[in-house]
């Protein structure tokens, strides 16, 4: 069972340049989010989805853009790279519902440095 | 809306001592409450959560933490520290927005440094 898995783990951009982080989910999650950690900063909430089809912004969304299409796939749009988003991006799942908050599950990262 | 407290940035500890990490939550119903760990270079681990029934809730790796409603507080504690604890450690209150979606709060975390 792989999890919450994204790829790539590292990339480099110009300033300017856009790419797509992507997260998979095997676990019929209907709940996926788009998080970003910067150095004593704590977490902070991109995007949200709910289900397919359905996404929402989170604390920080300018700059970026999201679409769920299916369960499994949640991908991260950067469309316009700026130094300050440098960080390192987690995406996570979870299944939530009425009566019902399970913990998420997190991917490894994928560490972004603008240039 | 809801909020997390994790008072202290870093915590230093003798490897074998007791510890004990912070939280302090704001929410206005029962909270749903998570203890997560991340190890350098890793995604986020759950160490335990808390819904509801006994307060005290037992984890992975030999941790536990207390729910205490009269106090907002939700601290973590493990009896005896390993040299193999030292990581980032995060607090998180999961809550239902007015929007009816439920969407979990973080602190900012805690650093755990091990001594020798």
């Known amino acids: 069972n792989a999890g919450v898995t994204q790829t790539p783990k590292f990339r480099i951009l110009k300033i300017g340049q856009s790419m797509t982080l992507q997260c998979a989910q095997d676990?019929?999650?209907?709940?996926m989010y788009w998080y970003r950690q910067d150095p004593g900063m704590g977490l902070k909430l991109i995007y949200y989805s709910v289900g397919a089809g359905i996404t929402d912004k989170g604390e920080v969304p300018n700059g970026y853009n999201v679409s769920r299409s299916t369960t499994e796939d949640f991908p991260l749009r950067l469309e316009l790279a700026a130094p300050s988003q440098t960080s390192v991006y987690f995406c996570a799942s979870s299944t939530a519902g009425v009566g019902k908050f399970q913990p998420q599950h997190f991917g490894d990262g994928t560490r972004l440095s603008i240039l | 809306a809801q909020s997390v407290t994790q008072p202290d940035i870093h915590i230093t500890v003798s490897e074998g001592a007791s510890l004990e990490l912070r939280c302090n939550y704001s929410y206005g119903a029962t909270p749903y409450l998570f203890w997560y760990v991340q190890s350098p270079g890793q995604g986020l681990q759950l160490l335990l959560k808390y819904f509801s029934g006994d307060t005290l809730v037992q984890g992975i790796k030999g941790f536990e933490a207390e729910f205490k409603r009269s106090q907002s507080s939700f601290n973590l504690r493990k009896p005896s520290v390993h040299w193999s604890d030292a990581a980032e450690y995060f607090c998180?209150?999961?809550?239902?927005?007015?929007?009816?979606?439920?969407?979990?709060?973080f602190g900012r975390g805690t650093s755990l440094i091990v001594h020798p």
């Open positions: 998180a209150v999961g809550g239902i927005t007015s929007g009816g979606s439920y969407i979990p709060t």
């Open positions: 676990m019929n999650h209907n709940y």
